[in-house]
């Protein structure tokens, strides 16, 4: 069971860090990946991080903003975020898959947690 947690209301310029923790699942065996969902918007790919934190990539809009990181000694994978802007207001989601994606647009991860609710005022 995956949980995002982290989430709430900053304003433009802000910043956030989203953390992601699982109970009967080591993380460590997975590639992991942050989504989110803006009101009215379909789910889009934010970022994906390999299996030990060597690798990363993120979607154009958050290049440079937002850095992803994970502890696999405290099973927790993290999203920090830097210079929010309003239409970073989503729904945030961590996802877990075993294979790291070759395109994080296509990609559909087997195992996805509850989101956490970031607001991003002007």
């Known amino acids: 069971q995956l949980q995002a947690s982290g989430g709430g209301l900053v304003q433009a310029g802000g910043s956030l860090r989203l953390s992601c923790g699982a109970s009967?699942?080591?993380?460590?065996?997975?590639?992991m990946g942050w989504f989110r969902q803006a009101p009215g918007k379909e789910r889009e790919f934010v970022a994906v991080i390999n299996w030990s934190g060597s690798s990363t990539s993120y979607t154009e809009s958050v290049k440079g903003r937002f850095t992803a990181s994970r502890d696999n000694v405290m099973n927790t994978v993290y999203l920090q975020m830097n210079s929010l802007k309003p239409e970073d207001t989503a729904v945030y989601y961590c996802?877990?898959?075993?294979?790291?994606?070759?395109?994080?647009?296509?990609?559909?991860?087997?195992?996805w947690g509850q989101g956490t609710l970031v607001t991003v005022s002007s």
């Open positions: 996802a877990a898959d075993r294979v790291y994606p070759l395109y994080g647009d296509n990609w559909s991860p087997d195992y």
């Open positions: 009967g699942r080591t993380l460590s065996s997975y590639v």
